[in-house]
């Protein structure tokens, strides 16, 4: 399907207006770069929220674009993704200012722990509050202190729970500047949804601040293609901001689905998952997607699909109980 898109433009920015950017305490002059911690200084607490700062201020006016990582700690792939991006940026012919939080959830990175030390999912605590748990007062400080003073957001993750996805981009279809920037990411899938309550980008677009996920891959590892891939798509929204003068970008033709469900273990079908069907598979209903085997009497069963669509999730062959999602299927609104 080809989505029908209301362009928006960005908006102008006064030249005479432009000057060095100040963030969480720290100058950055137009035409440089500067990488900071978020807190300076090396209290006990401050260790709580001790994630890296990227800043890009280029040399010329334009809007501001964040990209932001490592939300949940085991999701490598857009810890480099914005990593990479910063670091090919050109501050010299930058229009506007390019931010990164490359790693939000640091020591979950460091560690490899989804989660926060509080044991908390910091992407269902945002807005946050000051008064709150760590994660609310970390989410907090990340959305008042650098996210609202964005003009659109990039978010990266990667499956969770020894699970892979197939690239994808998700964005609110119902918001015209948000599915532009679904579509200008560039590489072809768009599921549509407002995502879970008090998650990043759900409460971005809510206080009007474009925001879309990009989902690639696998946790725990660093994988080339969904990097690459990532920091492409990142390119392609700059030049679409106007932030480049990239414009020679090649666009896919996007295929968007408005609904997506997941094929879980029926009950008492525990086993061993093996997987017959693969990413990026089209898919009817009855289509033998796996199969579970039960180690202990050698019964078989075969998993199908309940729907017709194309997979864009999927858990790796291993041991599974039931109520396990197994597979991510996209499809159309009936």
Same mark, same amino acid.
């Given at each position: 399907?080809?989505?029908?898109?209301?362009?928006?433009?960005?908006?102008?920015?006064?030249?005479?207006?432009?000057?060095?950017?100040?963030?969480?305490?720290?100058?950055?002059?137009?035409?440089?770069?500067?990488?900071?911690?978020?807190?300076?200084?090396?209290?006990?607490? &401050?260790?709580?929220?001790?994630?890296?700062?990227?800043?890009?201020?280029?040399?010329?006016?334009?809007?501001?674009?964040?990209?932001? &990582?490592?939300?949940?700690?085991?999701?490598?792939?857009?810890? =480099?993704?914005?990593?990479?991006?910063?670091?090919?940026?050109?501050?010299?012919?930058?229009?506007?200012? !390019?931010?990164?939080?490359?790693?939000?959830?640091?020591?979950?990175?460091?560690?490899?722990?989804?989660? !926060?030390?509080?044991?908390?999912?910091?992407?269902?605590?945002?807005?946050?509050?000051?008064?709150?748990?760590?994660?609310?007062?970390?989410?907090?400080?990340?959305?008042?202190?650098?996210?609202?003073?964005?003009?659109?957001?990039?978010?990266?993750?990667?499956?969770?729970?020894?699970?892979?996805? !197939?690239?994808?981009?998700?964005?609110?279809?119902?918001?015209?500047?948000?599915?532009?920037?679904?579509?200008?990411?560039?590489?072809?899938?768009?599921?549509?949804?407002?995502?879970?309550?008090?998650?990043?980008?759900?409460?971005?677009?809510?206080?009007?601040?474009?925001?879309?996920?990009?989902?690639?891959?696998?946790?725990?590892?660093?994988?080339?293609?969904?990097?690459?891939?990532?920091?492409?798509?990142?390119?392609?929204?700059?030049?679409?901001?106007?932030?480049?003068?990239?414009?020679?970008?090649?666009?896919?033709?996007?295929?968007?689905?408005?609904?997506?469900?997941?094929?879980?273990?029926?009950?008492?079908?525990?086993?061993?998952?093996?997987?017959?069907?693969?990413?990026?598979?089209?898919?009817?209903?009855?289509?033998?997607?796996?199969?579970?085997?039960?180690?202990?009497?050698?019964?078989?069963?075969?998993?199908?699909?309940?729907?017709?669509? =194309?997979?864009?999730?999927?858990?790796?062959?291993?041991?599974?109980?039931?109520?396990?999602?197994?597979?991510?299927?996209?499809?159309?609104?009936?």
């Amino acid at each position: 399907m080809l989505m029908m898109v209301v362009f928006v433009v960005p908006r102008t920015f006064a030249a005479d207006s432009w000057g060095s950017l100040e963030l969480l305490g720290r100058q950055v002059d137009p035409g440089t770069s500067a990488r900071f911690p978020f807190i300076p200084d090396k209290s006990f607490e &401050a260790s709580y929220l001790n994630t890296p700062v990227f800043v890009a201020r280029g040399a010329r006016s334009g809007p501001t674009l964040c990209l932001t &990582a490592g939300v949940h700690g085991d999701e490598l792939n857009g810890v =480099e993704i914005v990593r990479r991006t910063f670091s090919r940026v050109d501050t010299s012919t930058l229009r506007g200012t !390019l931010i990164g939080l490359p790693a939000i959830n640091a020591e979950g990175v460091r560690t490899g722990n989804r989660y !926060l030390s509080d044991r908390r999912d910091l992407n269902r605590a945002f807005p946050g509050s000051a008064g709150g748990s760590v994660a609310a007062i970390i989410a907090r400080a990340v959305f008042t202190d650098v996210v609202k003073q964005c003009d659109a957001l990039l978010d990266f993750h990667t499956a969770s729970n020894r699970r892979t996805n !197939l690239p994808q981009i998700r964005a609110d279809l119902d918001d015209p500047a948000t599915s532009a920037l679904a579509v200008h990411f560039g590489i072809g899938i768009v599921v549509g949804g407002k995502g879970p309550d008090k998650s990043l980008r759900r409460e971005a677009t809510k206080a009007g601040i474009p925001a879309v996920i990009y989902e690639a891959g696998e946790p725990y590892r660093f994988q080339e293609d969904e990097i690459e891939r990532g920091v492409q798509g990142a390119g392609n929204i700059m030049a679409f901001l106007n932030m480049t003068d990239d414009q020679d970008r090649e666009m896919s033709d996007t295929r968007v689905y408005t609904r997506s469900r997941w094929v879980r273990v029926p009950l008492d079908k525990g086993g061993f998952f093996f997987a017959d069907a693969e990413l990026g598979d089209k898919v009817a209903i009855g289509d033998k997607l796996g199969r579970i085997i039960d180690p202990l009497t050698d019964e078989v069963f075969d998993v199908v699909s309940p729907d017709s669509g =194309e997979i864009i999730g999927m858990a790796v062959p291993q041991p599974v109980l039931s109520g396990y999602a197994l597979f991510h299927i996209a499809r159309q609104r009936d």
